[in-house]
T-cell receptor
Framework: KQEVTQIPAALSVPEGENLVLNCSFTDSAIYNLQWFRQDPGKGLTSLLLIQSSQREQTSGRLNASLDKSSGRSTLYIAASQPGDSATYLC?????????????FGKGTTLSVSS | DAGVTQSPTHLIKTRGQQVTLRCSPISGHKSVSWYQQVLGQGPQFIFQ???????GRGNFPDRFSARQFPNYSSELNVNALLLGDSALYLC????????????????FGSGTQLSVL
């Protein structure tokens, strides 16, 4: 059964710092991995999707890497800003379900102070 | 183009009641998925519908049911509400039926916050 773990659960940093969020998964037979952002009480916004054949994806100040063999992904945020404050979730397709069932971690709640 | 829209945004019910949540996917998307997110947890998969047929069901009791209409909008119904059903219910849409094999992104709505008293 696929399980997804994210550490740390919470992170507080001053504006301008570079930071890394971690995601690990137990079943390495994944097709892709997605990183999402969630603002309090709101829905999820897809940030990056890394295909299993890729090692990393970049979008602006965000860079996500994927190491299937070790069951790990990292989300790197450069030059953090107060507007980056949110919960960041990683998710992989369920190995037991076809379709669009994703298995999510509990998320990392990021607070960036000005 | 409008994104995924969900209604209502907030809902308060009492134990034992029934609730219906609604979702309209992005125009052209034929797949709709429902997720439940309890405070402090990641979303959990409930159902997926594609072309009006159920394609997947998560580990939820039979009190939870859903359907998809010819215009691809969807409803999630929960009967005999329990306190533990209090959560943010999220709807997601996609073009393809399988996000794993086709590397298809899911697009989420803002959710319906359900409180059961």
């Amino acid at each position: 059964k696929q399980e997804v773990t994210q550490i740390p659960a919470a992170l507080s940093v001053p504006e301008g710092e570079n930071l890394v969020l971690n995601c690990s998964f137990t079943d390495s037979a994944i097709y892709n991995l997605q990183w999402f952002r969630q603002d309090p009480g709101k829905g999820l916004t897809s940030l990056l999707l890394i295909q299993s054949s890729q090692r990393e994806q970049t979008s602006g100040r965000l860079n996500a890497s994927l190491d299937k063999s070790s069951g790990r992904s990292t989300l790197y945020i450069a030059a953090s800003q107060p507007g980056d404050s949110a919960t960041y979730l990683c998710a992989v397709p369920s190995s037991n379900q076809a379709g669009t069932a994703l298995i999510f971690g509990k998320g990392t709640t990021l607070s960036v102070s000005s | 183009d409008a994104g995924v829209t969900q209604s209502p945004t907030h809902l308060i019910k009492t134990r034992g009641q029934q609730v219906t949540l609604r979702c309209s996917p992005i125009s052209g998307h034929k797949s709709v998925s429902w997720y439940q997110q309890v405070l402090g947890q990641g979303p959990q998969f409930i159902f997926q519908y594609y072309e009006k047929e159920e394609r997947g069901r998560g580990n939820f009791p039979d009190r939870f049911s859903a359907r998809q209409f010819p215009n691809y909008s969807s409803e999630l119904n929960v009967n005999a509400l329990l306190l533990g059903d209090s959560a943010l219910y999220l709807c997601a849409s996609s073009l393809a039926p399988n996000s794993g094999a086709l590397n298809e992104k899911l697009f989420f709505g803002s959710g319906t916050q359900l409180s059961v008293l």
